[in-house]
């Protein structure tokens, strides 16, 4: 069946194409026709007409019922004409002349349909084609789409011999996939699931940061189930005339339903089910709101047990409406995650499958460089290792190709072509090692695993990669000032070296500042101010009117307090840094040093320099 009807499509579009083409040429003769017809013809006076007569410049003369026309004896394609005049002699005068003449009457019909019924047809035969092309299957067969089949639904049909994902190709969301296999199962035999009256949830929400593969999932469920697949945008129901989003809901699930059992996937859920009421001068009966109430009312209409299974991804759920989310809707939430390390080593080991990938490459290792990735991340972290590998003509990819990989995604590009001057560079290599000294010298910092003054990104003259051990989900009061410690390392060595301070550090006090009034406003780790929340996270909807509107429930004391506090943390955590480096003075300076000459010190490199930091009593001066 699905054959032949795809048969039959390619067969109506290609009727499709030759009727537009030919009306197209229609069209195109009839534009350009009075123009030819025009360039023929030239307009002369009675008397000038009559004198050429004489002359003998005529071959022939057509006696029109208001004109004369005279086809010239030199030129075939050429004919004069003139307005007739009632003239009793004018046989005579052709017969004299011995020129062919005659009359055409009054036009007869060819005249008339040339003039004005020839275009009429045309025009009839384009709104024929239109609305053929309207209404023969939704307008999706034909080259250009239909003005009634605005209407359908824009969902991207997989029928179950086309999705070839399966749950083998989704790796690092093991808890997902194992909520998800219920579904799979409910597909494959829904009799296992209705034997005791019950059924699956309506609608099957998963949650997620972008990149995690919400609709890797989606799909791998219709792969191991062999059902169709629609899949849709949420931004695909709104169009700009009013009534087009609600029809399309409705013709969506009139055809999930048709196919029984299958899959319907929402993906960008917040586009179509962003909370109705939160702009005012809409007055509430947007285009939006229609569709989103349609949706509403079809979810609610459908019945689970005829095997049609609702999924829905977002990556925004507190902006969704709560109507969406009640029970009996999208009342399942399933948690797609960024991946932990032992996720991230299976989604590597999924993505190394197809590429040629040196033996000696460590998946645990690449995983550890990479905290925070998400499984998008990751695919393009070895792409963008296979690119940097095919660059210099490798055989295969190796660790290194990883690393540069790794520092071109966190650091950006480098900018070799960024000359800097000899005073920038010293400034911009002791800034650098004064973070590295810092984080190496205090306990439970992340480990330094590179230093660089080689520029990259937009504005970035030098970097400093550390990653953590492993996967960390809390941090305490005392790791997050020694962070700030950390961050300000950099201007407390421009500060103790040169007496001077430089633009360099303003990503770092823009970072410090962010982390302090995190620490004085939500984690309550402020003394003064005591184990109360100040700031509350901005409603994604409501912007920066929010921030506004929760300040202005704080007193004008409470704000000064709050100001007080913060830069109490930076200003103590620039000490910190500062009586760091002036213990290690000598070492800063040498390490500085080191670090022109070769553009780049990894890890190992400054383990080397920095033998004493193994010892933990040093820090007895600066605690």
Known sequence: MT???????????????????????????????????????????????????AKGKFSEVVIHENELEGKSAQDKFK?????????????????????????????????????????????????????????????????LPGVMSIEKSKAKVY????????????????????ELKEVVGFLKQPESFTRLGGHLPKGILLVGPPGTGKTLLARAVAGEACVPFFSIS??????????????????????????????????????????????????????KEQTLNQLLV????????????????????????????????????????????????????????????????????VAGMTPGFTGADLANLVNEAVIIATRRSAESVTEADFTQAVERIVAGLEKKSRILSAEERNIVAHHEMGHALVAMALPGADPVQKISIIPRGIGALGYTMQRPTEDRYLASKHELENKLAVLLGGRA???????????????????????????VTRYGMSEVLGAVTYDSEASPFLGAGAEHHQRAQ?????????????????????????????????TLVAGAELLLINETLTKDELDQLFPKQKDANHLKLIS
């Open 159 to 178: 029928m179950e011999d086309k999705v070839k994902v399966s749950f083998k190709d989704v790796a690092g969301v093991d808890e997902a996939k194992d």
């Open 493 to 519: 060595a421009e500060s103790l070296l040169f007496n001077e301070l430089s633009t360099g550090a303003a990503d770092d006090l823009v970072k410090a500042t962010d982390i302090a009034r995190n620490m």
């Open 79 to 143: 004919i004069f004409k003139t307005n007739k005049i009632d003239d009793p002699d004018l046989v005579k005068v052709l017969t004299k002349a011995n020129v062919k003449f005659s009359s055409s009457g009054k036009g007869g019909f060819w005249s008339s349909f040339g003039t004005l019924l020839l275009p009429s047809l045309l025009f009839f035969l384009f709104w024929i084609m239109m609305l053929r092309n309207a209404t023969a299957a939704g307008g999706a067969g034909g080259p």
């Open 234 to 287: 949420g931004s695909e129901f709104v169009e700009m005339f009013v009534g087009v989003g609600a029809a399309r809901v409705r013709d969506l699930f009139s055809e999930a339903q048709k196919n029984a059992p299958c899959i319907v996937f929402i993906d960008e859920l917040d586009a179509l089910g962003r909370a109705r009421g939160i702009n005012p001068v809409m007055g509430g009966h947007d285009e």
């Open 554 to 586: 704080l007193s004008e004391e409470t704000l000064k307090e709050i100001d007080y506090e913060i830069k109490e943390l930076v200003r103590d955590a620039e000490k910190k840094a500062t009586a760091i480096l002036e213990k290690y003075k000598a």
């Open 3 to 53: 054959e032949k009807s795809n048969k039959e499509n390619k067969s109506t579009a290609k009727q499709d194409i030759i009727a537009w083409l030919i009306i197209a040429a229609f069209w195109i003769s009839l534009l350009f026709w009075p123009v030819m017809h025009m360039a023929r013809y030239e307009t002369l006076s009675y008397n000038d007409f009559m004198n050429d007569l």
């Open 298 to 365: 079809e979810m609610d209409g459908f019945d689970p047990r005829q095997g049609v299974v609702l999924l829905a991804a977002t990556n925004r759920p507190e902006i969704l409406d709560q109507a969406l989310l009640r029970a009996g809707r999208f009342d399942r939430h399933i948690l797609v995650d960024r991946p932990d390390k032992a996720g991230r080593i299976q989604i590597l080991q999924v993505h190394f499958k197809d590429k040629v990938i040196d033996p000696s490459v460590c998946p645990e290792h």
